[in-house]
């Protein structure tokens, strides 16, 4: 026997005593964990969904109601099948009072009912209260942060419309601590274990032929994982989105074992944007191309398809020296008009105002023009260096840089400067020291009350490509991990941006226009 063989027998023999010993022990650590599980207990149709005839057991049902035709009940169960208390407190989602969310794809949720046991009868208050069951779109339900004991659970019957019995019904969140997991019975009110005991032993004699047989094919290389795609892409646009772009870049080669060769090279969102409308769908193009843009594209670029990937915020940064820490909107109107020239006309030092600005293809000062300057453009550059005037024509000196970290640093030394920037790139420990953050019309910039707060410099991070990528291209993979992957949207929010595929994201992203 060669050194292969033996190789490939010992680990045969590790793999098999290793089956033996696993769902024994991850039997005993789940049940020391806390576990949320949920079933679907009954999903049947009760329309007749078309032609009616004597052989539908279920005519008569809904027959004057055609638009119920199609109806279903689905009933789930969710119960605490751990050995330790959830409480309300352990529902990972601090954006919301929601603990769970129910999805229904391709049907319509038309009405919705609990029912309890009654030794769990008091969890009724946290569905006749605030918040309560909240239907959060057609086929989406959200659950309220439900304390369970172990053992207790709750049930939902829900009619639906559209689709068909059986469909797929999901069921999401997270626990601190703990797993929210799908349970699978023979019989409705089965009681796990994570292990049944026919399973226990039946895991026992597979490990032991394998054992026996001891033939791992070990030398394979592993595939890659199933939402990974191969080959190159480039991400380019928002110098304001690139250091989210860079570690989305370096996750995702990560999670797809090094496989695809991404590279970033971000000049602007409109230069982005630009020339992806002008180069993308035309011959050469040896990577796939997606840019990042703080803003929609131009309408005229009509080939582009584009993803809503976050919202973004921004904010106004003055040097220390002006120690005003709030401004008006319509006197950060005036300043970018060249009408207020000292920022003694506004409460400030002696100081001349010195306007330091992004170049044209930034869309962190489209954002600035279209969400505080009422759609006006800022007036031309008049210096070079943001110290001299090179040009007589404007009444106060600007200066125009290529980056947000241009932008920070000169901030930072000017006397009299005002910029604006990323948030995060512009908070601590990120932004140099030298200058500082001003509200707007003492409106702070929050993610966390980003729903009710009135700030108004923020604006969605758009992702576009030249028409829509293949379900099986790089670009549409990487897309998805980076909207609706957790890691992705974990990356995005870490970066100081809301991920429009958080619930909270998907209000916000969709309001604004």
């Not at 052989?55 to 789930?76: E, K, S, Y």
């Not at 989105?241 to 060769?261: I, N, S, W």
């Not at 200066?399 to 005002?418: F, N, Y």
Request: proline letters at 8%.
């Amino acid at each position: 026997m060669g050194w292969l063989e033996i190789s490939l027998t010992a680990a045969g023999l590790l793999l098999g005593a290793v089956s033996i010993v696993t769902p024994f022990v991850a039997d005993r650590r789940a049940r020391r964990s806390r576990r949320i599980g949920f079933r679907k207990q009954m999903d049947i149709a009760i329309g007749h969904n078309g032609q009616v005839s004597a052989d539908d057991p279920r005519l008569g049902l809904f027959n004057d109601l055609p638009a119920m035709r199609d109806a279903t009940l689905v009933l789930l169960r969710i119960e605490n099948d751990g050995s330790r208390h959830v409480e309300e407190s352990d529902y990972i989602d601090p954006s919301t009072q929601y603990g769970l969310t129910a999805e229904f794809p391709g049907r319509r949720i038309e009405a919705q009912d609990v029912t309890l046991p009654d030794e769990h009868a008091n969890l009724m208050g946290y569905f006749d209260d605030q918040p309560g069951l909240l239907v959060a779109g057609p086929s989406t339900l959200r659950i309220p942060r439900v304390p369970l004991k172990p053992g207790a659970h709750y049930k939902i019957l829900v009619l639906l419309t559209g689709g068909r019995e059986g469909d797929r019904v999901t069921v999401t969140g997270d626990l601190k601590d703990g797993t929210l997991h799908e349970n699978h019975s023979l019989t409705p009110d089965e009681k796990p274990p994570v292990f049944s005991k026919h399973a226990r032993w039946t895991t026992v004699v597979l490990g032991l032929a394998l054992i026996a047989s001891a033939t791992l094919p070990l030398a394979l290389p592993p595939p890659l994982p199933r939402d990974c795609e191969s080959g190159s892409l480039r991400l380019t646009g928002s110098t304001a989105f690139a250091p989210v772009m860079t570690e989305l870049a370096q996750k995702y080669r990560d999670h797809c074992g090094g496989e695809p060769e991404i590279t970033v090279a971000a000049h602007g969102s409109r230069t982005g944007v630009r020339e992806l409308a002008l180069t993308g769908g035309g011959p050469g193009q040896d990577a796939a191309v997606v840019a990042f843009s703080d803003g929609p594209r131009p309408a005229s670029y009509n080939r582009l398809a584009e993803s809503r990937v976050a919202v973004s915020l921004f904010t106004l940064v003055v040097h220390d020296d002006i120690r005003l820490t709030d401004l008006s909107v319509a006197d950060v109107r005036r300043l970018y008009r060249g009408e207020i020239r000292n920022w003694s006309r506004i409460g400030g030092p002696d100081l001349p105002v010195v306007l330091v600005s992004r170049t044209s293809g930034s869309g962190t000062r489209s954002a600035l023009s279209a969400r505080v300057l009422g759609g006006a453009d800022e007036p031309p550059a008049s210096s070079d260096d943001c110290v001299s005037r090179t040009g007589r024509g404007t009444p106060v000196l600007r200066c125009e840089l290529d980056s947000t970290e241009q932008v920070l640093d000169t901030v930072a030394r000017t006397p009299g400067a005002v910029g604006y920037s990323e948030l995060r790139a512009a908070s601590p420990p990120e932004a140099p020291r030298g200058l500082h953050r001003v509200t707007l019309d003492g409106h702070a910039p929050d993610l966390d009350r980003l729903e009710s707060s009135g700030y108004p410099y923020r604006e969605i991070e758009y992702a576009y490509t030249y028409g829509r990528p293949p379900a099986d291209s790089l670009a549409s993979s990487f897309l998805a991990y980076a909207v609706d992957n957790g890691t992705g949207k974990g990356v995005v929010a870490t970066h100081g941006h809301l991920p429009c595929g958080t619930p909270v994201g998907l209000r916000v992203c969709g309001a604004i226009d």
